[in-house]
């Protein structure tokens, strides 16, 4: 192991608290490494890639809209090594589980365990980017809690497929340089890799089963240290990065409802995603126009909205009420169009107040319009706010997961401490959700 590792973290935006954890953890994969491929340390290549945070932007980034997101302080160290032939051989260090991929554009991508996002990964590089392709040893130590709304499956994908296109060297391929111009540019490939979506001449398949957008992939790829990212999507666009105020942190209380995308969870999620494919259909029926997004529709006029809701007024879908669409649409309309410049503009003006209501109306539209959120995270929230936190918010695709609060930093250990057992106390049952403390990370580190 290198010695200046938690050194690297601390100067790329990791606090000095959370860097030695990483080289823990990095020792652990890179031994995981070596005994099983016998690498020198000269072969092996190593990233820390960090989960998210949605702060604002509920169900908004697949219909074009806005969000406001950072990175975690917590996530996947990775190790990798070369092989000669076509597999992905990867490891989990902490489970001690192990999968073998072979990278192919048939490759079996089935399944509904952790393995279901590096095959995904696997096939869609094989297709996007054919032979000559050499595979790589791969070993992932976690701090990241799983299937907690933080984004622990797009972080996978994302350090998968970056492990795979360093050994390959996909960056000078005209395939790519067609394609990827940017950082932005790729969060939105790797986001169409788990929808199954094409991305301009890179073309599609199976995903992993989800009608999801490129909101995660953003946060991880191109977040900056210590600040809070305002993003558009469909294209994926930076907007603005506010800095987090030093004397603010954020606390996540996760509710230990599992956040699962697979089997009835990724029906619900889905739901979602679909919900706005239908209003965007009638709005097209009715108009003529050609919308990509639902967000261009709002866009294209004052009047657009108000046009937008007539039409839901009379419209007669198979799978959803009128009512429920309409609810859907003013949700997404409030929290893309209004709530997340509004958050980005109080953040930027230190102005925790206004925050705190943007969060509280953030919150009620989830529950009305998505209708994703469980008791559990109802009380997170309710509780952060009684104990004193100057915002508060459940995030990620809904139906369990975790939820952020804003509190000051000097408090935050404390805070964290209260809110837990304020949570144990009415939920003794709940799952053992982490509750944990966390600045604005840094996005994908590269340290080889």
Known sequence: MRPDLAG????????????????????????????????????IRRWFVPGRIEVFGKHTDYAGGRSLVCALERGFCVAAAPREDGVVRITDVLSGSTAGIPLSPESDGAGTDWTVYPRTVARRVARNFPAPLAGIDIALASDLPRSAGLSSSSALVVAVFTALAARNRLEDRTAWRDAIHSCEDLAGYLGAVESGRDFGPLAGGMGVGTFGGSEDHAAILCCRAGHVSLFSFCPV???????????????????????????????????????????LDFWRSATGRTDATLADAVRSSSEAPQRIRDVLGRCSHPSFTAGELLARFEQFLDESEHIVPAAAEALARNDLAAL?????????????????????????????????????????????????????????????????????????????????????????IGLS
Request: aromatic share 8%; glycine share 12%; hydrophobic share 40%.
């Open 237 to 279: 666009r930076l907007v603005n990065a506010i800095r987090l105020p030093t004397d603010l942190a954020f606390v996540i209380g996760g509710s230990g409802v599992t956040a699962e995308k697979t089997g009835r969870a990724q029906e619900l999620y889905n739901r979602a995603s679909l919900s706005t494919v239908a209003i």
């Open 356 to 444: 705190g209501e943007l969060a509280e109306r953030s919150q009620a539209g989830a529950e009305r319009g998505l209708r994703n959120q469980v008791p559990e995270t109802a009380e997170l929230v309710r509780s952060a706010r009684a104990l004193g936190a100057a915002a508060a918010s459940a995030f990620g695709a809904g139906f369990g997961g975790s939820v952020w609060a804003l509190v000051r930093a000097s408090e935050a250990a404390s805070f964290r401490e209260e809110w837990e057992n304020a949570y144990r106390r009415k939920f003794p049952g709940a799952g053992a959700g982490e509750f944990f403390v966390t600045g604005a990370g840094p996005a994908l």
């Open 8 to 43: 690297r973290l601390a100067e790329a935006g990791m606090s000095r608290a959370e860097a030695p954890r990483k080289q823990q953890l990095f020792e652990r994969a890179e031994e995981a490494l070596r005994g099983r491929t016998g690498s020198p340390a000269g072969e």
